[in-house]
């Protein structure tokens, strides 16, 4: 269970500004670890907005120390930050990973990306009380009030995973595939996916950064 609390390349909670926002939340030294997380789990996905229209496989730019610099980042990005906080006050995490469908995904990013699947849509997974529960921290508040989608709580019991339905009853995100868990970001696996269902926009914008480099990230 240590590598569950290691710095790695991508969850690099080892860096002075990840551990300065982790313990700038954690106010009270003496909380319970369910208390630190539910902290840690709203502080990143409201201090960090949602932006699916400027996902990048630069390496980089997934770190979690960027998408804390940058505030904004996509759900992989945003899972990347809440493991790295939780690992600086000493909670064990690691990263889930699964291919969903948006029915409710809007028409521009439906034409960008050519399909309404999210492949290796990440979440974070943090060990409490014995046992793993799953945290989504993706969608800000402001942008799920946008939309008519409820928000995603977590009280550190209960796994936080994206709605069926949304705020109106429609059908809203479906789980159709598990990827996993990893104790750092699997970029290998995650490009050769993104390949197979937005072969387009590898092509426009990716094809200078898929290149020669090794991901020692493997499936638990």
């Not at 313990?23 to 907005?49: F, G, P, T």
């Not at 050519?114 to 945290?135: M, P």
Request: hydrophobic share 35%; aromatic share 14%; charged share 30%.
């Amino acid at each position: 269970m240590k590598e569950y609390l290691y710095s790695t390349d991508f969850i690099d909670c080892n860096n002075q500004n990840v551990i300065d926002y982790a313990y700038s939340i954690i106010i009270k030294q003496d909380s319970s670890d369910i208390e630190k997380a539910i902290s840690l789990y709203y502080a990143v996905r409201d201090d960090i907005l949602y932006d699916p229209y400027h996902i990048s496989l630069d390496r980089e730019k997934l770190k979690a120390s960027y998408t804390l610099k940058s505030k904004r980042g996509f759900c992989v990005s945003k899972a990347v930050l809440l493991a790295a906080v939780a690992r600086v006050v000493g909670i064990q995490s690691r990263l889930g990973f699964a291919d969903v469908k948006n029915h409710l995904t809007t028409e521009t990013l439906k034409k960008i990306m050519g399909t309404d699947i999210f492949t290796y849509h990440g979440y974070t997974e943090l060990f409490l009380n014995n046992k793993w529960v799953k945290a989504t921290p993706a969608f800000n508040r402001s942008l799920c009030d946008r939309f008519s989608i409820k928000p995603l709580e977590f009280d550190g019991i209960n796994d936080s995973i994206f709605h069926a339905f949304d705020a109106k009853g429609e059908k809203h995100m479906e789980y159709i595939k598990d990827h996993g868990r990893y104790y750092d970001l699997p970029l290998n696996d995650i490009i050769e996916s993104f390949k197979k269902y937005y072969p387009h926009m590898m092509e426009k914008y990716f094809s200078e950064i898929i290149t020669n480099f090794e991901d020692e990230a493997k499936p638990i």
